[in-house]
């Protein structure tokens, strides 16, 4: 895919995802609080806390937010009660577009949701209308010269790793969900730096998008990402390089 980039990755190299660090924490905190709400506070006997946890950590979360924050999903803290759900639609050019949500306010949040896909040149579709275009994924990013193109694929594949992915700038890595501690383990043991590190929906093939298409695209992606009830967004777009500004 040289020249090109997928949703995943433009996420990465625009820094949209981590565009405002406190965004950022409080997406996690959310993740974890529910993780805890639903599977218990140990961390060991709770594989999406475990994964929640570990993502924090990679965005460098203090410890005590942390904390706090299984604190508030096992009910040793006050906090607020969390609803997970999902939505999936079109967006300019027909884009498959997934996006997960924790929130408090379902009502609000469809109406918000509905609004930022019509106004983007989008539309909220009924629930598995794409969602077969999706498989659910462990997905890495790690820098280029974090080590060698054979080395780290063979970490990645021992470790029970699926695919490893260059674009010059970075490694992209996928997995099974049931893989995904193992090759993060695998890949801390080995100290070699993970700039994204989560359980995601991967698109199983992409649509490449030019010029203004891509453009709205983009706008849509980037104004679902920002809404305060979102945690992940997916989409099948492709686009060159140079359209990523």
């Not at 594989?47 to 990679?58: D, E, F």
């Not at 539309?123 to 820098?143: A, I």
């Not at 730096?193 to 992606?221: D, F, N, W, Y």
């Not at 305060?228 to 140079?242: P, R």
Request: charged share 25%; hydrophobic share 35%.
């Amino acid at each position: 895919m040289s020249g090109h980039s997928k949703w995943s990755t433009i996420k990465h190299k625009k820094g949209a995802a981590d565009a405002k660090r406190g965004r950022t924490f409080t997406r996690l905190i959310k993740e974890i609080t529910i993780a805890a709400r639903m599977g218990g506070g140990d961390p060991d006997g709770n594989p999406r806390l475990r994964a929640a946890i570990a993502g924090a950590k990679t965005a460098n979360m203090p410890a005590d937010n942390i904390k706090r924050a299984v604190q508030r999903g096992t009910g040793e803290l006050p906090g607020v009660s969390y609803e997970e759900t999902s939505y999936e639609g079109y967006g300019p050019g027909g884009i498959a577009v997934m996006v997960q949500v924790l929130t408090d306010n379902r009502n609000r949040t469809t109406a918000e949701i509905r609004h930022i896909f019509s106004k983007h040149g989008g539309n909220l579709g009924e629930n598995n209308c794409v969602s077969w275009m999706f498989d659910k994924k462990g997905y890495f990013v790690v820098p280029s010269g974090s080590a060698a193109d054979e080395k780290l694929l063979e970490i990645v594949l021992e470790a029970g790793g699926d695919d490893l992915t260059h674009d010059g700038e970075s490694y992209e890595i996928f997995s099974s969900p049931e893989a995904f501690e193992s090759v993060r383990g695998a890949l801390e043991a080995c100290k070699i730096p993970i700039s994204t590190s989560e359980v995601t929906m991967v698109p199983r093939t992409t649509v490449h998008m030019e010029g203004k298409k891509a453009q709205q695209c983009l706008s849509l992606l980037e104004a679902l990402e920002e809404q305060e009830d979102v945690q992940k967004v997916s989409a099948n777009l492709d686009i060159d390089e140079s359209e990523i500004s």
